[in-house]
Every structure is written in structure tokens, then in C-alpha cells.
């Protein structure tokens, strides 16, 4: 059933005017009574219908898509497939991010709710408990992209991160690599990248090799904190022949601080990179990388809500897969 501003206020224990007021911020108010009306609007899930009054409809024609980051270029080409994919649908995109950070989605998922979307499309399959509450009382479609390791909500649209990593290490080890190091950033928020280092880890296991030496950059992902990234480990750790690196921006600073340094790609230090962006593939010698389909994952996304306006229940998985891109640095 849905929440309505009456339930609020008897949780509360004051007025549908009070909690009116509360919510579009008018007039002065008690603070007691102002985190009295916030706390029932968390336990009840309430989300504040903005078009009440000015549209007839229970929906709009707007998609909600949250996305981590839009200066990755990974999620700009999955926002393209998702544009290139409703462009002909009668249905238009408002995008919000994320910034990796769980609490900020549910912040962005409870006020495009208020809008009263046709649908949402999230990155990931991780979210707060109060995200994943509102997103199914809200009853609409909802795509999680990016990610299949884990029960979606309603369908999840991607590939298997921790399968990458652990293809990763298979590649590079029949290659003939054997002292491994890891260059990443925070892996706390972007627990996909968490996941490939766990799925490198495995699979280095799996042929009885120890896990990789690591190097967490302090700061986003970028060219400089690969650079840096890969300068600090090598300091720490003699010995290695090759770096997996979280991302392919990561993994372009590591290239051009084996150009500095002298050290030659390939032969005294592999690069192995992932996502298969195109800048990384103009290199001098194109990096080695694992490649998503990302615009195709977008396109998907959008198929996906087009099919039926019910959610699906149990979940439902589609595989887009991924491929190794040999590539000249590894």
C-alpha cells in the first residue's frame, strides 16, 4: 500500500499540516518536532509526491538513472546506450550521481521517487536497506547494471566481476607471469573493483600462487594516482613482473610511469588494465585490458523496462559478458 502524509502524521503523533510544513521546509518549527516527523518519514518509508496538484498522473515519463560517476569514462558510454535507447520511447532520462557512495544513492532514489518516475536504473547490486524499501514500495521497474554477483532486485543487466578477475589471472599467469602486484584506489566504495581484486586473488590461488602485492591509491581514480599508484608500489616491492590495475585510467598512469622510469613494457613489467576504454588502446602499445559492453549494457537496461511495466519478481539475470583484450603492454 502506498505511504501517505496521514500516516506520517499519526506515526508522529502531530498534523498532516505539521508534516506538511516539516517536509517543504515553511515557517519556524520546533527542532524536537521537526526530527519527530523526519524519523517517521525514515520508518515508514514515505516518499513526497511533487507532482500531486500539478499532473493528473500517478507516473511520469521519466527514467531515474543513477550512475557513480560521470567522470569515468565508462559511465558516460553506458549513459549514451541508455539515451540512444529511449530516444525513441516517449520516455526521457534524469540522471543523478552517486559518487560511489550508498547513502548519497538513497538520498538521490528517495527525491527522484517524489517525481514519480516510470522506472530506475541503478548501478551495482549494493544499497542501503532504505534504498532497496523504497525502490519496491514504489511498485515500478528497476535495472541494476554493471553487476550479476548477487540477487537484483528485479533484473540485473552485466557481467560477473569477480569471473573477470579471475580470467585476469589466468590470462597472465599462461603468459607466464609469476610476481603479481594490484594498483586500485578505494575499494571500499567501489566494491566492484573490490570484487575483481577478490576474483584475482582466487584465481592466483587456484594455481597455487600467493596473492598480489597492493596498492591502494589515496584519492579517485585517475592517469596521476595510477602513475603515483604504480611509482610507490615498485618502491615497496622488488621483484614484480606485472600490475593489474583496477580500472584502465588507473593503468594509463602506470604506462606512462614505466616511460619514465625506462622500465619496458611487456618484458620487465606487464600493465594489465580493465574496462577497454579507447584512450587506453591509442597508447603507443595499446594496453592490456579486459573490455565491458557497456553501451550495450545501457541499451539493454532500457529493453529491459520496455518489455513489461511489472516488476520481475525472483530477479532475473542477463549476462552481457566480457572479453580479454591482449592488448602490447602485458
Partial sequence: MSITLRDVARVAGVSEITVSRVLRDIGPMRQ????????????????????????????????????????????????????AALAQSGFQPVVGVTDYDLTTEEALVRSMLAWKPAAMILTGLDHTRETVRMVERAG?????????????????????????????????????????????????????????LKGLVDGLAMAGMPPPKTHLHDGPSSVSGGREGLRQLLADNSGLDVVVFANDDLAVGGVYHCMEAGIELRTQL?????????????????????????????????????????????????????????????
Fill in 270 to 330: 606487464g600493465i594489465f588494465g580493465f574496462n577497454g576504454l579507447d584512450m587506453a588502446q591509442a597508447l603507443p602499445q595499446p594496453l592490456s585490458t579486459i573490455r565491458s559492453n557497456r553501451a550495450h549494457i545501457g541499451q539493454s537496461a532500457v529493453e529491459a523496462l520496455l518489455m513489461s511495466s511489472a516488476p520481475d519478481i525472483g530477479g532475473r539475470i542477463v549476462d552481457t559478458g566480457f572479453e580479454i583484450v591482449a592488448g602490447e603492454t602485458a
Fill in 140 to 196: 515500478i521497474r528497476v535495472v541494476e547494471i554493471m553487476d550479476i554477483d548477487g540477487r537484483p532486485i528485479d533484473v540485473a543487466i552485466g557481467f560477473s566481476h569477480h569471473a573477470s578477475g579471475v580470467a585476469t589471472a589466468r590470462h597472465l599467469l599462461a603468459r607466464g607471469y609469476s610476481q603479481f602486484g594490484f594498483v586500485g584506489h578505494d575499494l571500499d566504495r567501489d566494491r566492484r573493483a573490490a570484487a575483481r
Fill in 32 to 83: 524536537k518536532t521537526r526530527d519527530k516527523v523526519l524519523d517517521a518519514v525514515q520508518r515508514t518509508g514515505y516518499v513526497q509526491n511533487r507532482l500531486a496538484g500539478t499532473l493528473a498522473s500517478a507516473s511520469s515519463n521519466l527514467v531515474g538513472v543513477l550512475l557513480p560517476s560521470l567522470s569515468n569514462n565508462v559511465f558516460p558510454e553506458i549513459m549514451a546506450g541508455i539515451s
